[in-house]
C-alpha cells in the first residue's frame, strides 16, 4: 500500500515536472538579427545598409542594456539616409515600454539629425513603422512600410 502511495506520489510530480517544463504553447522567441533580416527582405532601401554591433546600437538608443535580451540593428551605411530596421527585445515583456520610449528618442533625434541635413528624408522618419509583440520591438524606417508588420508578426 505505501508503495503504491509513494509511485503515486512519484508519477504526480514527475507530471506537474513536465507540465512546467513544457514552455510556450506555440511561441518563438527568434533572435533579433532573424527578425530585422526577415523584415528588411521585403523592404526597397536606397542605400546600402550594415548591421552595427551593439556597442553603436546603444550609442543610438538610450535604454537600460541590463533590461535587453537581444538587438539588431540594420542602418544605413553612409548615413546619408534615414534607412533602419531596428529590433529590440526585452528579458521581461513588462520592460516593453522601455523599449518604445527608446525608439521614441531614436525618432525624435533622427528628426532633429535630418531636418536641415536632408530634409528630404523627413517623410520616412515622419512616417516610421513602430511595432511589438510580447518582449520585441521594432523600427522601420524606409519610403514603403507596409508589409513590415505582416512579416514581423510572422517570425511568432
Known sequence: MMKRWI???LAAVCAFSM???GGKSGGKEPAAADVVQAVAQGLTFKDTMMTVDQDVFYNFYDIDAQKVADVSMYTSSSRATAEEVTVIRMKDAADIQLAQD??????EDQKRSYESYMPDEMPKINNAAVYTHGSYAILVVADDTSGAEKTFEAQF
Not at 527608446?102 to 525618432?107: F, P, Q, V
Open 7 to 9: 509511485a503515486a506520489a
Open 102 to 107: 527608446a525608439i521614441a528618442a531614436r525618432i
Open 19 to 21: 507540465a512546467a517544463c
